[in-house]
Nanobody
């Protein structure tokens, strides 16, 4: 069983930056994918980025390229999502998810474990 805890969300003005953290515990298996998903009010949950913790390979949803970066701190089992130049349309609840696999996807159905989510609100 993998437990995921997100942190780092909050309210920011457009143009600002945030770094979301996802702390994983409950597994010694290094072959996991960790992903970030975003859900705006009244909308579905969209894949933002994912990282293969074994390979260090990152996956990024095309519209997020240029402002979103996913990275990992293997020593502390933490995965980060850096968001720069935040826009009001980035507002939503961000979820961290994990799945025991080496190669990742950005599909919600491919992730088994989920965090509670953390709110990001961007004002114009």
């Amino acid at each position: 069983q993998v437990q995921l805890v997100e942190s780092g969300g909050g309210s920011v003005q457009a143009g600002g930056s945030l770094r979301l953290s996802c702390a994983a515990s409950g597994t010694a298996d290094r072959r996991i994918c960790v992903g970030w998903f975003r859900q705006a009010d009244g909308k579905g949950r969209d894949g933002v980025a994912a990282i293969s913790t074994r390979l260090g390979r990152t996956y990024l949803n095309a519209p997020m390229k240029g402002r979103f970066t996913i990275s990992q701190d293997n020593a502390n089992n933490v995965v980060y999502l850096q968001i720069n130049n935040l826009k009001p349309e980035d507002t939503g609840k961000y979820y961290c998810a994990a799945d025991p696999r080496t190669y990742c996807s950005l599909l919600q159905r491919d992730f088994t474990y989920w965090g509670q989510g953390i709110q990001v609100t961007v004002s114009s």
